[in-house]
């Protein structure tokens, strides 16, 4: 009888902001139906996670030196320490860790030993990509889900192009689902329902949406996601939670847990993604669960967000900052809910076709078992 190989042993980077609860508490949530299923645990591998727990084991010494840096710069280190415990390092963004940590790799000729992996979306801004032109060769893949970033890391960082994938990012199809959803709310019912909504966080523009909405008489909900020590445009534009603007009639604002995210989904006729300009796809997590929730999405069209949505598919563009083409886009779809409707399913095929969760971890157990040395030798590929 054969015995069957080993599962590789990967140490997962993950950026400190998250934590807590920690990912298998969230794991635990999604298994208690509270939130999306965390794609993570789906991999085939033996996993640690490095997080301010720092289960990896450093001495007391060594953890009392690490309470003097920046955790990132502590986590770098740590990942440095216990590198040949594993087969490869995987950084689920983490950018102010992992990136020091390919420098490190690079300049110390051990990244050939030692496997790093990274998957990012934001690596063209600022420091990120000063660090990047000078880590990448630290690097064995690079994950850049977002068009736009791959080609700046090709013709800007001179990243070779087969050091870097870029599969669609992913949506639990299972968690938001439209079928047993409450249908669109039509007009008649509860006036705390509400008719359309948006939500999220980097580079919203829910200035531009409130000037829309402004004198329709429509109801709208903002969840406006708050973050700890992120101090988001929309936070310096509105307030923390949209206090100093005067919302119109209708239009109310405030943080969501994501059973109740899915639930404002389900009540609205679409999702509205008011968007600053930037090159990279900020707004995709929320693009592809109303996606997920069969509902079509009106977009402001940016560099950056051109991977999902297909104008007059599943979805509307319209220019950015300018509220009037905003109201006009939203009135037009209010006015013509079949059109609304027959996007909201060819928005949902989409979300089961390209952003679904079978295929996406397939498509990172590929680049892992890939970086890890013999991995396909002894058979090991594939999803487990």
Same mark, same amino acid.
């Given at each position: ?178 079928? $047993? ?15 359309i909504c948006s939500a999220g ?17 429509l109801r709208c909900h903002i ?24 919302? $119109? ?24 993604? $008011? ?60 006015a013509d809910p079949e059109r ?45």
């Open positions: 009888m054969t015995e069957s190989p080993k599962r590789p042993r990967i140490l997962v980077m993950v950026s400190a902001g998250w934590f807590p609860p920690y990912l298998e508490e969230v794991a635990e949530q999604a298994k208690a139906g509270e939130r999306p299923k965390v794609w993570l645990y789906d991999l085939p591998y033996d996993m640690t996670v490095l997080d301010q727990r720092f289960v990896t084991g450093p001495s007391r010494l060594r953890r009392a030196v690490y309470g003097r840096l920046p955790l990132p710069l502590a986590f770098a280190a740590e990942a440095f320490r216990v590198r040949r415990r594993y087969d490869a390092i995987f950084a689920w963004g983490a950018e102010a860790s992992s990136l020091p940590l390919g420098l490190a790799l690079r300049f110390t000729r051990r990244s050939k030993r030692t496997p790093l992996v990274g998957l990012y979306s934001w690596i063209s801004s600022g420091n990120k990509a000063r660090l990047l032109r000078l880590a990448w060769p630290g690097f064995k893949t690079l994950i850049l889900p977002p068009t736009a970033q791959a080609e700046f890391a090709t013709k800007r960082l001179k990243v070779p192009a087969e050091r870097i994938v870029s599969p669609k990012w992913v949506v639990d199809t299972d968690f938001f689902n439209a079928e $047993p959803a409450t249908p669109p709310e039509d007009g008649t019912g509860d006036q705390d329902v509400a008719m966080r980097e580079m919203r523009d829910f200035a531009t949406l409130i000037a829309a909405l402004d004198g329709t008489g969840a406006g996601s708050l973050v700890a020590g992120m101090d988001d445009k929309w936070r310096a534009e509105l307030g923390d939670r949209g206090e100093r603007v005067g919302l $119109p009639d209708g239009v109310t604002f405030g943080p969501l847990t994501p059973v109740e995210m899915r639930d404002l989904y389900a009540r609205s006729r679409f999702v509205v993604l $008011p968007l600053h300009p930037s090159d990279t796809d900020n707004g995709i997590s929320c693009m592809i669960e109303a996606f997920a929730m069969g509902r079509t999405v009106i977009c402001t069209r940016v560099e950056g967000q051109r991977d999902a949505l297909v104008a007059g598919v599943n979805g509307v563009f319209v220019p950015a900052h300018d509220a009037a083409a905003l109201r006009t886009e939203i009135l037009d779809l209010i609304a409707e027959k996007m909201g399913r060819e928005a949902r095929r989409l979300a089961e076709t390209e952003f679904g969760m079978t295929r996406w971890v397939a498509a990172l157990t590929e680049v892992i078992d890939a970086a890890v040395p013999g991995r396909h030798a002894r058979g090991g590929g594939g999803v487990g």
